[in-house]
């Protein structure tokens, strides 16, 4: 690949050596490889570092990182790596074996873009050949005032250009998981390259595989999570005079979780109406949390 072209892979973890050896493992399996592979460790303990020597990678970068949440690490990983196209993903995330290869594909047939975003799998089978064979390729981009989930948005399988940092900034440190606000870093920014007028683009060829490892009260604690931080992000642009994310980007996507509360209530689904519920409350929770922070360090 040419130089302009070139990637490194950012992987963000925090005491997780097992979750992150099995996705190494799975990306060194691919067969186009990325230039350098940095991993921002925000872990207190050893066990990281130990388990990347063991390895003996000498592509793979550890970085130590006193710092938590998932922005920062991702912040930190941007700051360390050499490279003009940045790969994110996370720890918990099993990339297919084509990752990389369709990842080069896409950025070479969709250079005008910035950000080209993958999607994320509950199965395994999803990031198989045969699968990728069977399914039609999907394939679109946007820039402008945008819904950004309309892309997904992943995070944890995306590429950027580098230089779209110098343009809209870093990932919000206040959002993301381990942050004040722990979620919607992804949404976030995805809508701050949109708004900027740079282009990006959704395909269904980069893919990954999400294992399904959280019980239902971790989901329910997720919910809470991601909430705060839709919460805080529609906050923080309304705060600068765009309503556009606290009015069509809520209605879109996040207003049907209110009625989701009795319907499932009523249907008995418990599980699926706390989950609704944790969202309904925590979004006005980070909404109000982020002016109630941002007032309080206005007025010193």
Same mark, same amino acid.
């Given at each position: 690949m040419g130089k302009s072209n070139k990637i490194s892979i950012v992987y963000p973890t925090r005491n997780r050596p097992g979750f992150l050896l099995k996705s190494l493992d799975a990306l060194l399996k691919n067969r186009v490889l990325p230039d350098e592979i940095i991993v921002v460790d925000q872990g207190r303990a050893e066990a990281t570092a130990r388990a990347l020597d063991e390895l003996g990678q000498a592509r793979i970068v550890h970085v130590p990182s006193t710092e938590t949440g998932l922005s920062r690490a991702r912040n930190t990983g941007i700051?360390?790596?050499?490279f003009p196209i940045i790969g994110f993903i996370d720890d918990d995330c099993i990339p297919a074996e084509n990752w990389?290869?369709?990842?080069? *594909?896409?950025?070479?047939?969709?250079?005008?873009s910035h950000v080209w975003i993958g999607e994320v799998y509950n199965t395994v089978e999803d990031i198989c050949k045969t699968a990728q064979? *069977?399914?039609?390729? $999907?394939?679109?981009?946007? @820039? +402008? @005032? /945008?819904?950004?989930?309309r892309l +997904?948005?992943?995070? +944890?399988?995306?590429?950027? @250009?580098?230089? !779209?940092?110098?343009? !809209?900034?870093?990932?919000?440190?206040?959002?993301?998981?381990?942050?004040?606000?722990?979620?919607?870093?992804?949404?976030?920014? !995805?809508?701050r390259v949109m708004k900027e007028g740079l282009q990006v683009t959704y395909t269904n060829t980069i893919r990954a595989f999400h294992p399904d490892w959280r019980n239902d009260e971790? *989901?329910?604690? /997720?919910?809470? /999570?991601?909430?705060?931080? !839709?919460?805080?992000?529609?906050?923080?642009?309304?705060?600068q005079g765009d309503y556009y994310p606290a009015t069509v980007v809520f209605g879109r996507n996040f207003l049907s979780r209110y009625p989701g509360v009795p319907y499932?209530?009523?249907? +008995?689904?418990?599980?699926?109406? $706390?989950?609704n519920l944790e969202w309904s409350r925590s979004i006005i929770q980070g909404f109000a949390g982020w002016r109630a922070r941002h007032r309080k360090g206005a007025s010193r």
């Open positions: 700051r360390a790596s050499c990389l290869a369709a990842a080069h *594909e896409v950025i070479e047939k969709l250079p005008e064979a *069977e399914s039609p390729a $999907r394939t679109f981009s946007l @820039r +402008g @005032r /945008n819904d950004p989930w +997904g948005p992943s995070g +944890g399988n995306a590429f950027f @250009r580098r230089s !779209v940092f110098d343009l !809209v900034g870093e990932f919000d440190p206040l959002l993301g998981q381990g942050s004040d606000f722990p979620g919607a870093e992804d949404g976030d920014m !995805v809508y971790e *989901e329910i604690k /997720n919910a809470h /999570n991601y909430g705060m931080g !839709v919460g805080a992000m529609l906050a923080k642009f309304a705060a499932n209530l009523l249907l +008995g689904r418990m599980v699926k109406c $706390r989950i």
